[in-house]
């Protein structure tokens, strides 16, 4: 059975910086086909962080230059850090994992593996 777990939410003032945590059981967390999506109150959920099929890494527009994705596979463990924090990054955050097909190139399948969430809240 996967589980993802997150860990590492909490509540801080705007400027912090808090790190993540995603620990995976029953399947091998890797920098590909790996994200980090967060959800606001009332907000449609959105990929903040994201290792692609062929391990590149994106970022949402609006927390680039802040936020740092890695991964550590001794630990199983994928990260997302994230500095100089601010009020609109208050969200659930969740970590994500999709299978990797190989059709005419590597490719990200859905992602169909989600950990319960870790909430993160930014005070002014």
């Known amino acids: 059975q996967v589980q993802l777990v997150e860990s590492g939410g909490g509540s801080v003032q705007s400027g912090g910086s808090l790190r993540l945590s995603c620990v995976a059981s029953?399947?091998?967390?890797?920098?590909?086909?790996m994200a980090w999506f967060r959800q606001a109150p009332g907000k449609e959920r959105e990929g903040v962080a994201t290792?692609?099929?062929?391990?590149?890494?994106s970022y949402a527009h609006s927390v680039q230059g802040r936020f740092t994705i890695s991964h550590d596979s001794a630990k199983n463990t994928v990260y997302l850090q994230m500095n100089s924090l601010k009020p609109e990054d208050t969200a659930m955050y969740y970590c994500a994992a999709a299978v990797r097909f190989y059709a005419g190139g590597w490719r990200c399948d859905r992602y169909s593996y989600w950990g319960q969430g870790t909430q993160v809240t930014v005070s002014s």
């Open positions: 029953g399947y091998t967390l890797s920098s590909r086909c």
């Open positions: 290792f692609d099929s062929d391990g590149r890494i």
